[in-house]
């Protein structure tokens, strides 16, 4: 138990959905993201926030919107998605905002997402 | 070409054998990460180092920043050590991890 709790665990979804992935740390972390794992790549950022400001947007499609409400929780809207979204989408949060020497991330479980 | 690669992507062993995995990198960094992916998806964070040798229980990691270069060794592995490592590394302490694809571990009793 990392202390990042993501939900829902699996998720399927149609095309013309509208879903939301939810993620929730209570360790008092300033920073929260959002990644995605599709099978046998490496993990790719796709949003950061710091203190509830979003400050990286990785070239993401507008199909994904995160929303940040308080410091404790991170949303990832999802509509409309494609097939190819199908992957593992890992939340993680952190003490401080950037991958300084002292910094560790926590992870979440992800939501193993099926776009059919 | 990855920036990040490992070695090897997957990795059978016995229970009881020494484990090395390795990661080689092509860019300046300010750290390395090695971390640790469970078959349910949540990674955990095992060491981050920018120079020499950590230890923790049976695992050890070691960076040769010259070579740039790293390893993870688990002694006396165990079937619960099964998981997928993943090596990443960070530059100019900016919000970016760059990751490697992971080694996919099976421990065998």
């Known amino acids: 138990e990392t202390g990042v709790t993501q939900t829902p665990r699996h998720l399927v979804m149609g095309m013309t959905n509208k879903k939301s992935l939810k993620c929730e740390q209570h360790l008092g972390h300033n920073a929260m993201y959002w990644y995605k794992q599709s099978a046998k790549k490496p993990l790719e950022l796709m949003f950061v926030y710091s203190l509830e400001e979003r400050v990286e947007n990785n070239s993401v499609p507008s199909r994904f919107s995160p929303e940040c409400p308080n410091s404790s929780h991170l949303f990832l809207h999802l509509h409309t998605l494609q097939p190819e979204d199908s992957a593992l989408y890992l939340c993680a949060s952190s003490q401080k905002t950037g991958w300084e020497m002292d910094t560790e991330a926590f992870f979440g479980q992800g939501t193993r997402l099926t776009v059919v | ?109």
């Not at chain 2, 992507?9 to 090395?20: S, V, Y």
């Not at chain 2, 390395?32 to 695992?59: A, N």
């Open chain 2, 1 to 109: 070409k990855n920036e990040v690669e490992q070695s090897p992507q997957n990795l059978t062993a016995q229970e009881g054998e020494f484990i090395t995995i390795n990661c080689s990198y092509s860019v300046g960094i300010s750290a390395l990460h090695w971390l640790q992916q469970h078959p349910g998806g949540g990674i955990v964070s095992l060491f981050m180092l920018s120079s020499g040798k950590k230890k923790h229980g049976r695992l050890i990691a070691t960076i040769n920043i010259q070579e740039k270069h790293s390893s993870l060794h688990i002694t006396a592995s165990h079937p619960r050590d099964s998981a997928v490592y993943i090596c990443a590394v960070s530059k100019d302490s900016n919000y970016q991890l760059i990751w490697g694809a992971g080694t996919k571990l099976i421990i065998k009793p």
